[in-house]
T-cell receptor, first 113, second 116 residues
Framework: QQQVKQSPQSLIVQKGGISIINCAYE??????FPWYQQFPGKGPALLIA?????SEKKEGRFTISFNKSAKQFSLHIMDSQPGDSATYFC????????????FGTGTRLQVFP | NAGVTQTPKFRVLKTGQSMTLLCAQD?????MYWYRQDPGMGLRLIHY???????AKGEVPDGYNVSRLKKQNFLLGLESAAPSQTSVYFC???????????????FGEGSRLTVL
């Protein structure tokens, strides 16, 4: 019940295309859903986060869509660029409890020109 | 500000050897964490600390020990390294927990450990 399932494991997108990464969770007590972006040789960094009181959050080309009834959330990257090539991790926790943050298994995104 | 700094960045050990990874943060964060990252398994929490002098077990604590003698430092020790501990280790820190503006984790650049 503590798992966060992330798919796909890897994703190849053409420049200008839309990248979509999906995550699903079981624990209905989760109420904080961040996405972290990790470039090769670097540590993960917070990209965008959402709480379940909204169904969508947009920051530039990055959008989180949240479906509370289905217990799913997804990251959409519009107009994908080669600079977006990285590994993306979804995560979930209850009440911003960073010591209880559960990460997905990661998606390696490659954007080709 | 350097943020979160990990040393060493790379290390090769033989089975049974011991070593310590050092994490230092200059953001005055209360919380510090050690994660390991393995292919297809995401980030798994090893141990964490909620303040100077405190430590707690995470998801995968076996085979590791930690200490937080100073607020800015968090040490991860392997007393008898095993090949299963071959991984990339990340240290992270955060202000605290339970608040929207403090829920962000700040990660170091990682330490790649190979155990032969």
């Amino acid at each position: 019940q503590q798992q966060v399932k992330q798919s796909p494991q890897s994703l190849i997108v053409q420049k200008g295309g839309i990248s979509i990464i999906n995550c699903a969770y079981e624990n209905t007590a989760f109420d904080y859903f961040p996405w972290y972006q990790q470039f090769p040789g670097k540590g993960p960094a917070l990209l965008i986060a959402i709480r379940p009181d909204v169904s969508e959050k947009k920051e530039g080309r990055f959008t989180i869509s949240f479906n509370k009834s289905a217990k799913q959330f997804s990251l959409h990257i519009m107009d994908s660029q080669p600079g977006d090539s990285a590994t993306y991790f979804c995560a979930a926790s209850q009440s911003y409890n960073t010591d209880k943050l559960i990460f997905g298994t990661g998606t390696r995104l490659q954007v080709f020109p | 500000n350097a943020g979160v700094t990990q040393t060493p960045k790379f290390r090769v050990l033989k089975t049974g050897q011991s070593m310590t990874l050092l994490c230092a943060q200059d953001m005055n964060h209360e919380y510090m964490y050690w994660y390991r990252q393995d292919p297809g398994m995401g980030l798994r929490l090893i141990h964490y600390s909620v303040g100077e002098g405190t430590t707690a077990k995470g998801e995968v604590p076996d085979g590791y020990n930690v200490s937080r003698l100073k607020k800015q430092n968090f040490l991860l020790g392997l007393e008898s390294a095993a090949p299963s501990q071959t991984s990339v280790y990340f240290c992270a820190s955060s202000y605290s927990r339970g608040r929207a503006d403090t829920g962000e984790l700040f990660f170091g650049e990682g330490s790649r450990l190979t155990v032969l």
